[in-house]
């Protein structure tokens, strides 16, 4: 058995499973979390959160007993990111939740890894979806930069790409607040690539990474989970137009990438990848 996967029990686990066994009242919801396989998963991935990527989570203070749009930045070719966010949210966070990641219409093809993921809380990230999981009170998480995010070339790693507004009008909608995340680590994973995007047009993929690994390194994660953002009170219950919702998406997007640019400052060496102060 490898290092990483030595048994590591999530400390206060017995309470963290009562509280979501309770809320979650254990079978399958409509789209396909169920309770006891994601706790399954979660004991499987835990000692990889904390002694493969050696994730360590900020801001915890931030996080209320109350629903959020989670909004975070995307990293790390095949979205690792999402998976430490989810497991930081479920074992870090006192209640803990398990939020709903919203995930693009390719990954709900992908054989397996979709069922796993929709058991865990995976959602395609359609309107529909957003808007019932809202009115149960489910808090998601969003990435709006979607796959210009995730699938970088090394050259932008860490560059915020511009957010779709669809999570802002969704926020807008359950007058829910937004709390930002930022993930520092997540693209050293896969230190270098090239993504060639031609190509990846060519054949209809959503993207195409030349890579110098194909297994992801153990680049340690730092989750920076800011302070929560109030939508637009006075659009509530409005129809904005896209201009009219630039200035408090901007704001967002700038706040994200601020949390990166101080969190790239702790960045944390290890043996595949050595960072300058």
């Known amino acids: 058995m490898?290092?990483?996967?030595?048994?590591?029990?999530?400390?206060?686990i017995d309470n963290i499973f009562s509280y979501l066994e309770e809320k979650y009242q254990g079978g399958t919801d409509p789209w396909g979390l169920n309770f006891e396989s994601a706790k399954k998963y979660l004991n499987l991935i835990f000692?990889?959160?904390?002694?493969?990527?050696?994730?360590?989570?900020?801001?915890?203070?931030?996080?209320?007993d109350k629903q959020y749009m989670v909004v975070s930045n995307h990293s790390g070719q095949i979205a690792i990111d999402g998976l430490m966010i989810g497991t930081a949210f479920a074992t870090q966070v006192w209640p803990p939740r398990i939020v709903r990641p919203m995930v693009e219409r390719f990954f709900t093809n992908l054989p397996f890894i979709n069922k796993w993921a929709s058991e865990c809380g995976s959602v395609l990230g359609d309107r529909d979806n957003c808007q019932n999981l809202l009115e149960r009170g489910e808090s998601l998480l969003?990435?709006?930069?979607?796959?210009?995010g995730v699938a970088k070339s090394t050259k932008d790693f860490y560059k915020v790409q511009p957010f779709t507004k669809g999570f802002y009008r969704m926020a807008l909608s359950?007058?829910?607040?937004?709390?930002?995340?930022?993930?520092?680590?997540?693209?050293?994973?896969?230190?270098?690539?090239?993504?060639?995007?031609?190509?990846?047009?060519?054949?209809?993929l959503p993207a195409m990474p030349i890579s110098a690994n194909y297994f992801p390194l153990p680049s340690p994660m730092d989750i920076y989970i800011g302070k929560p953002i109030k939508v637009e009170q006075s659009l509530i219950g409005q129809d904005p137009s896209d201009k009219e919702l630039d200035e408090y998406i901007d704001h967002i997007q700038s706040t994200i990438q601020l949390m990166l640019d101080e969190g790239l400052k702790k960045r944390r060496n290890f043996i595949f990848k050595k960072h300058g102060k």
Do not use: H, M
């Open 2 to 12: 490898l290092k990483f996967l030595k048994n590591e029990k999530i400390e206060n």
């Open 47 to 64: 000692p990889v959160f904390k002694n493969y990527f050696k994730v360590r989570t900020f801001g915890i203070e931030n996080v209320q």
């Open 142 to 148: 969003v990435f709006p930069e979607g796959v210009r």
């Open 174 to 204: 359950a007058n829910i607040e937004i709390l930002p995340v930022a993930v520092v680590g997540a693209e050293e994973t896969f230190p270098f690539v090239y993504q060639a995007k031609g190509l990846a047009k060519a054949l209809g």
